[in-house]
Structures are given as C-alpha cells and as structure tokens.
C-alpha cells in the first residue's frame, strides 16, 4: 500500500470518531509488517484525561491482534486547518514498536500531506 493510500484510509477512519467535545475528528491508519493496515480514532471523553488518540487507538488494537511489526503510520485530521502530527504522548507510545526510519504522514487533505519519519518526529 503506497502512503497515499494510507492517509486515504485514515481519512475514511477519522469518519468514526467520537469527538463531541472538541468537534475535532481524527483517524489513523496503520500499516504493518504483514501488509495489513488497522485503523483507529480518536475516542474523547469527559474527562479530558481519559480520550485516547487515534494513533494510540490503532496502535492498542494491532497489539491486541498479535501485530507489533509496523511499516508506517498515516494521521488525517479532516477538521484542522493545517497538518497536524501526532502528539508527544503518541509519539512516545509508537516508538516503542517503530523504527527510526519508519514513515509517518499527517495531514487535513488530500493536497496537505506532510511526510516525515518517526526519528525526524
């Protein structure tokens, strides 16, 4: 799967999220070792706190189906009026699993994806 592709699924994933705070919608694609991808997004709740990312959502529920090999990350935040990347919080939880080199994508659409890797994050 290309990193097109992947930020085209992450897009269609941020469609899921439950963000009746913030109205901030965010999805995340994951692609791993063995060519599948497992989404996820962002799950807020009262209690700040306690929301989970999408990133960190996808990468709980590969974990949870045996996954810890991962090729790259794709993160769409339809809602945001630049690109955003994943937070300090995510970016602590993915390296644990992920490479230096591993690519990361962000963007809002289509036309503003940025593309960088875990270690230039």
């Not at 990193?3 to 469609?15: G, I, P």
């Not at 990468?59 to 090999?69: C, E, R």
């Amino acid at each position: 799967m290309d990193l097109q592709a992947l930020f085209d699924t992450a897009m269609k994933a941020s469609s899921a999220s439950y963000s009746p705070y913030s109205k901030f919608r965010v999805g995340a694609a994951l692609l791993c070792a063995d060519g599948s991808v497992v989404t996820g997004t962002n799950v807020e709740n009262r209690s700040f706190g306690l929301t989970i990312c999408a990133e960190r959502s996808a990468l709980v529920s590969a974990v949870s189906q045996g996954k810890t090999q991962f090729v790259a990350i794709a993160i769409a935040c339809p809602d945001a009026a630049y690109p955003v990347s994943p937070c300090g919080a995510c970016r602590q939880v993915l390296s644990e699993f992920a490479d230096q080199d591993m690519p990361v994508v962000f963007g809002c659409r289509a036309d503003t994806v940025v593309h960088s890797t875990m270690g230039a994050l």
